[in-house]
């Protein structure tokens, strides 16, 4: 009688790497990743010609200057005065009726947090106001 031999039962793994890779690719393919939407503001078309800069009357500009959660100064004409976010709501919408060429500019500091910047967008955007410039705030100015 023949011994027989007996054969070890294993699994091959000749082709793990092609299947990782296989299944890799179908996932890459299939997830619908997140975007992000960010700020929807509609930014006018950039310019070269020097006759499109006009000066503005430092009466149509109201400035707030942001520099923490809590500390965010308004500026506009000669008055200038810290203001709860609360209430810029209220003082914008007021100083609309009295003048529609009022143009808001938003100035964070370069350390103010991102969201005391988005609470005063907010709150900028509920008043109604319609022309809002944003920049950062320059050294020099603070």
């Not at 000749?14 to 619908?32: E, G, P, Q, R, Y």
């Not at 400035?63 to 004409?77: C, E, L, S, T």
């Amino acid at each position: 009688m023949k011994r027989r031999t007996r054969v070890a039962a294993e699994i091959p793994t000749a082709s793990m790497a092609d299947i990782a890779f296989l299944l890799l690719v179908f996932f890459l393919v299939t997830t619908n990743f997140m975007e992000e939407k960010g700020l929807g503001l509609i930014l006018p078309e950039p310019t070269t010609d020097p006759s499109v800069s006009v000066r503005i009357p430092k009466k149509n500009m109201m400035y707030f200057i942001v520099y923490a959660k809590n500390r965010v100064v308004m500026k506009h004409q000669d008055e200038e005065r810290q203001m709860p976010v609360s209430e810029i709501r209220g003082f914008v919408r007021s100083s609309l009726e009295l003048n529609e060429n009022l143009i808001v500019s938003l100035k964070p500091a370069p350390d103010a947090p991102y969201e005391a910047m988005i609470d005063v967008l907010d709150e900028l955007r509920a008043a109604d106001a319609k022309r809002i410039s944003l920049s950062q705030l320059k050294p020099t100015e603070g």
